[in-house]
């Protein structure tokens, strides 16, 4: 057994265009490096626990989900309000600015006080779209520690309005989210507003920072603006490994990973040879909560899939191929298997895509692993089961309610 190709479980090195996966056999350490590209800057959240802003081309090692640090892949996102850190237009309040230390660790979040009971903030955006996730930091204090607070998404002449209110105000910093949509199209414009808290006391003060709008159907990492909206644009990460890293004819691909959500899009973790007709690769796709397995050889397909409790929590998963004998184990279990397959040819590069320049992959990712020949049942059990009770819990998201 041979692992040939090594990637994050707690190691991270980046630069620019550049994350490195390696081959370390007997002890000779070989650079395989994944080549990384992002048209802009993006956000992620570091070791201290701060927003920090990564620069262009520069792969974001996000540690908000795990101490052991996560590759973090989006698609491109807008924000679509100018001014992430201003409102223009406040109800019922007075916005102090640069009040407080904010979640980046500088003195630039706002304080909104009330002087009414329904103050609230709100921008207008210019947009036709239907659906949007909203989003934004919030910390109580003082008297609105515990008080509930509503997102309000509002369309032309106020009456296409949707409203969420199931957000309480602690004494943290914590980033409330909602997907709302709209009843009908609106012709020109849409209203984000925030309401902190929804029923207020004169006097009452909210910490704020960092408003977002996005068109889609979840939220992404925060995406600063000042004065115009802003654009993340879309990242990929690819071409790492060669033809004496990968086996044609037998191997193990494992992956420790999470959905950013299920958006019924087809987002791919694959070893190809640089074409779709020969790969084999592990995949979330258009039914929510699964993850499937494909084998392809000369453009003929075969594979399975099994259903998640939820696809955006992290998952130990591990396809072992080989001819008529391909296996998934997820979390320490086979759950799917197929006896039919033949094999690929001219596997020599592993993507976060499909192999051929589409479905890339969008998510979490922990770690991968290759082996270039297969592993029995009981490695595969070890490879894909949690060290202890509680590295199990946290990757599953559970709440921790005894630790004896």
């Not at 056999?25 to 993006?42: E, Q, T, V, W």
């Not at 101490?67 to 109800?91: C, H, I, K, Q």
């Not at 099994?306 to 979390?331: E, M």
Request: aromatic share 12%.
């Amino acid at each position: 057994m041979a692992q040939t190709l090594k990637f994050g479980n707690k190691v991270w090195a980046a630069k620019e265009d550049s994350v490195l996966a390696y081959n370390d056999i007997n002890n000779n350490y070989k650079p395989l490096p994944f080549s990384f590209s992002r048209a802009s800057i993006g956000t992620r959240v570091n070791k201290d626990g701060l927003i920090e802003t990564m620069g262009q081309d520069i792969a974001r090692i996000d540690y908000t989900d795990s101490a052991d640090g996560v590759l973090l892949l989006e698609p491109a996102s807008t924000n679509l309000l100018t001014e992430s850190n201003y409102f223009s237009f406040v109800n019922q309040g007075s916005i102090s600015y640069n009040n407080a230390i904010s979640p980046t660790g500088e003195n630039n979040a706002f304080k909104l006080t009330a002087n009414g009971i329904d103050p609230f903030i709100q921008q207008d955006v210019t947009n036709t779209n239907t659906t949007f996730t909203l989003s934004v930091y919030a910390k109580g204090v003082g008297n609105t520690i515990g008080k509930e607070c509503n997102f309000f998404l509002i369309g032309d002449n106020y009456v296409q309005v949707q409203q969420s209110s199931n957000f309480i105000l602690t004494d943290q910093w914590k980033r409330f989210e909602a997907t709302l949509t709209l009843v009908s199209t609106p012709s020109s414009f849409v209203k984000f507003r925030f309401d902190v808290p929804s029923v207020a006391e004169i006097g009452d003060e909210t910490l704020i920072f960092g408003a977002q709008l996005e068109a889609l159907s979840y939220p992404t990492y925060y995406i600063p603006t000042s004065g115009s909206t802003v654009t993340r644009a879309a990242e990929t990460c690819n071409n790492s490994g060669n033809s004496e890293v990968f086996n044609d004819s037998e191997g193990v691909l494992f992956a420790d990973i999470s959905a950013l959500a299920n958006d019924g899009t087809s987002r791919r973790l694959a070893i190809s040879d640089g074409t779709a007709n020969n790969r084999i690769e592990i995949l979330y796709g258009s039914i929510s909560d699964r993850i499937d397995f494909q084998v392809v050889s000369s453009g003929s397909f075969q594979g399975s899939g099994f259903g998640l409790t939820d696809a955006t929590n992290f998952s130990k998963v591990a396809l072992k191929y080989k001819s008529n004998d391909l296996v998934f184990w997820i979390n320490g279990f086979e759950v799917a298997a197929d006896t039919s397959a033949t094999m690929p040819v001219g596997l020599d590069t592993m993507r976060f895509e499909d192999g051929a320049g589409a479905n890339d992959f969008y998510g979490k990712t922990k770690e991968i692993g290759y082996y270039d020949t297969i592993l029995t049942d009981a490695e595969l059990e070890t490879l894909t089961s949690y060290r202890n009770w509680v590295s199990m819990v946290n990757e599953l998201n559970l709440n921790i309610i005894y630790n004896g």
